[in-house]
């Protein structure tokens, strides 16, 4: 049982710091299972708190529970403050009462988004000064607009890029050894060490007298970066290039098809991030690399030490030059109705030849592959009927897309196969809104889809490695 009631000094704290913890305070599940292994919070307060549909109701929430929870809660919080990268509110409560009566004058820098393509420059940074308000109130909280040294990470509503932003970091959370047992048989073969190979290239900056209209992607080294440290922590061999013309992609596309090591591991991953249109990529010379002959590539004709192994593509450019600038949403519950059609070739089935019939009589022909399968595609944008979108990215944070894809193998790859990941990566994009007052990319949309040939689940099975 907690003790009840938080340290008087602490509730003050908090109360101190109200409406700046409401705007600010990233309440995401990293922060909530810290809050639960210290025992702060119970499943169903998680639950409730999770529940809650925007970021400031979530933190309000919160905010509510903590002072009931114990003389602990506070050095827990601030604990969980510092794993989620949320230090500077940490500071904010634990600095000294005696400074509140002051003044202090702070800076903030409008953050900086761009989409991919050429449907937009860089947005220039603008600056502005204001004076803090610290208001000894009540909870509930005030969510009165305030301007703050620097803001959190923000994985829902607007985007805040500061120096001090990072993606997230978190250790990639392990499989445990009843989940492995109870979903490998159902699923993809993964239990080679390593368990494939992955190629990363990433185009940051392009020639500008090949093509002068692309800019460069500042933000999307971050991209590259987080790529390499998320797939090695799952256990991939991982390889970067940047900046490759598009025949530099292609032939660094093929000698790393052809790797005969492919043989001894269940799968392999391929990311090319770089500016593009539907259906192809841009090299740093202005060329353009079809994504069909990339997934040719690695089809069972051309790649036969793959046949039967999932192949992971993660592709973040644009889709064409389009912004997406959203709807506003109507009030009410939103529903979707889509009845399931099941197509059967069914005068097909069963039926055989008389080539076969004959071949059958001189030996048993070997089982068939489609060309083509045991793929699945994440893209950043989305591709419509009339028109194909931008894909977003961060300058100081990189892309929305890779950022997401990140953050969900880290929290989810232990127990939820790729194809439900993407599932809630296009959730966590879909609740995205762009940051940039005054200029065209401000309350942007994107949304990201993907493609998938998967034939059976397939879980990535994180740091287990099975006992023969």
């Known amino acids: 049982m907690l003790e009840c009631g938080m340290l008087e000094q602490d509730k003050r704290a908090l109360r101190r710091r109200s409406a700046i913890l409401c705007k600010q305070l ?3 599940e990293l922060l909530i299972q810290s809050l639960q292994a210290d025992e702060i919070l119970t499943d ?17 929430r919160l905010l509510i529970l903590l002072p009931k929870r114990g003389p602990q809660a506070f050095r827990s919080f ?20 005696e400074k509140d009566g002051k003044d202090t004058r702070v800076e903030t820098t409008q953050p900086e988004e761009e989409p991919e393509g050429e449907a937009g420059r860089l947005v220039e940074q603008t ?21 703050a040294a620097k803001r959190a990470r923000t994985q829902e509503s607007m985007e805040f890029s500061l120096d001090a932003d990072s993606p997230i970091t978190t250790p990639v959370l392990p499989c445990t050894h009843d989940f492995y047992l109870s979903h490998c048989q159902q699923s993809y073969r993964m239990n080679s060490s ?33 790529l390499r440290k998320v797939f090695t922590e799952l256990d991939y061999m991982v390889t970067v290039h940047r900046d490759l013309t598009a025949q530099g992609m292609r032939t660094c596309i093929e000698n790393f098809g052809r790797r005969q090591d492919h043989q001894t591991v269940n799968s392999c991953v391929v990311c090319l991030l770089s500016h593009g249109v539907e259906g192809a990529i841009y090299g740093t010379d202005g060329e353009l690399l079809q994504l069909d002959w990339v997934f040719e590539a690695f089809d069972n004709v051309h790649c036969p030490l793959l046949q039967n192994k999932p192949k992971m593509f993660f592709i973040q450019a644009c889709r064409g030059d ?25 005068g097909r089935e069963g039926q055989m030849d008389a080539n076969s019939i004959q071949r ?11 060309q083509r399968s045991d793929m699945i595609c994440g893209y950043a944008s989305l591709k419509g009927q009339r028109i194909c979108t931008a894909a977003m990215r961060n300058t100081k944070r990189g892309s929305w897309f890779i950022q997401e894809i990140n953050t969900a193998l880290r929290l989810h790859a232990r127990d939820t196969h790729i194809a439900d990941i993407l599932v809630q990566v296009n959730g966590r994009i879909k609740a995205r809104e762009g940051y940039a007052p005054g200029t065209a990319h401000h309350r942007c949309k994107e949304m990201s889809e993907f493609t998938s040939s998967l034939c059976k689940d397939l879980y990535l099975f994180p740091k287990y490695q099975p006992q023969y």
């Open 26 to 28: 990233v309440v995401d």
């Open 44 to 60: 169903s307060m998680a639950e409730a708190i999770m529940a809650e549909q925007t970021s400031q109701k979530r933190s309000w």
């Open 78 to 97: 601030c604990s969980a403050l510092q794993d989620t990268d949320q230090q500077h509110l940490c500071d904010l409560l634990t600095q000294s009462p």
């Open 127 to 147: 600056t502005e000064k204001k004076r803090e308000r610290f208001v000894d109130s009540s909870l509930p909280l005030s969510t009165q607009e305030g301007i």
């Open 194 to 226: 390593p368990r494939g190979f992955a190629l990363v290239i990433s185009n940051v900056t392009f020639d500008p007298r090949a093509a002068p209209d692309l800019d460069p992607r500042k933000g999307g080294e971050v991209d590259d970066e987080v």
């Open 322 to 346: 389009e912004m997406d600038c959203g709807v506003e949403q109507i009030d009410g519950p939103t529903r979707t109705c889509s009845p399931s059609c099941e197509q059967r070739d069914a």
């Open 360 to 370: 059958g009589d001189m030996g048993r022909p070997r089982i068939k592959l489609p």
